[in-house]
T-cell receptor
Framework: AQKVTQAQTEISVVEKEDVTLDCVYE???????LFWYKQPPSGELVFLIR??????QNEISGRYSWNFQKSTSSFNFTITASQVVDSAVYFC??????????FGKGTLLTVNP | EAQVTQNPRYLITVTGKKLTVTCSQN?????MSWYRQDPGLGLRQIYY???????DKGDVPEGYKVSRKEKRNFPLILESPSPNQTSLYFC?????????FGNGTRLTVT
């Protein structure tokens, strides 16, 4: 069975600070997929990124970056120079070859002006 | 526009009154699923369907039914809703491992 741990329940930062959201994915699968979703106050789920277990390249997209380390089963998400619009709940999720996704409990990020 | 459509967005009902939440996707995806989201628990899968007429239980199926008579539709049925089914529900369809979510249905059972 898979397990996704987002140890940070809530994070509060001031605008322009960098913030890292942690995620640990535990599975016995050798091939798996990791995702990050954003849920703004309006409630919809917005896909941010997907990463395959055999691809350990870090990825940067604008102010967002992701650091996947297979050795520690971590898939952390960093927002650089945070903005108020980044305030949301962020979910990490993982799935194996059957693509059944298991979600973490989410991290509520509040960016204060 | 490719999308997953859920209806209604908001629903308030009373204990025991049968209800159906509809879900439709226009992307011809074979896989569809239902999740519920509760504070502090994240999203948990209720049921999923790998294709037409093929459905299976997820992690929290008790009190729910689904059907998949055609590829585009995957309704969630609560035969006798109870207050512990008050939650935010998401339907999703999947293509190449990526879930596409509907906008959610907020259900309150009093």
């Amino acid at each position: 069975a898979q397990k996704v741990t987002q140890a940070q329940t809530e994070i509060s930062v001031v605008e322009k600070e960098d913030v890292t959201l942690d995620c640990v994915y535990e599975t016995r699968d050798t091939t798996y997929y990791l995702f990050w979703y954003k849920q703004p106050p309006s409630g919809e789920l917005v896909f941010l990124i997907r990463r395959n277990s055999f691809d350990e390249q870090n990825e940067i997209s604008g102010r967002y970056s992701w650091n996947f380390q297979k050795s520690t089963s971590s898939f952390n998400f960093t927002i650089t120079a945070s903005q108020v619009v980044d305030s949301a709940v962020y979910f990490c999720a993982g799935g194996g070859s059957n693509y059944k996704l298991t979600f973490g409990k989410g991290t509520l990020l509040t960016v204060n002006p | 526009e490719a999308q997953v459509t859920q209806n209604p967005r908001y629903l308030i009902t009373v204990t025991g009154k049968k209800l159906t939440v509809t879900c439709s996707q226009n992307m011809n995806h074979e896989y569809m699923s239902w999740y519920r989201q509760d504070p502090g628990l994240g999203l948990r899968q209720i049921y999923y369907s790998m294709n037409v007429e093929v459905t299976d239980k997820g992690d929290v199926p008790e009190g729910y039914k689904v059907s998949r008579k055609e590829k585009r539709n995957f309704p969630l049925i609560l035969e006798s809703p109870s207050p512990n089914q008050t939650s935010l529900y998401f339907c999703a369809s999947r293509s190449q491992g990526l879930l596409h979510f509907g906008n959610g249905t907020r259900l309150t059972v009093t």
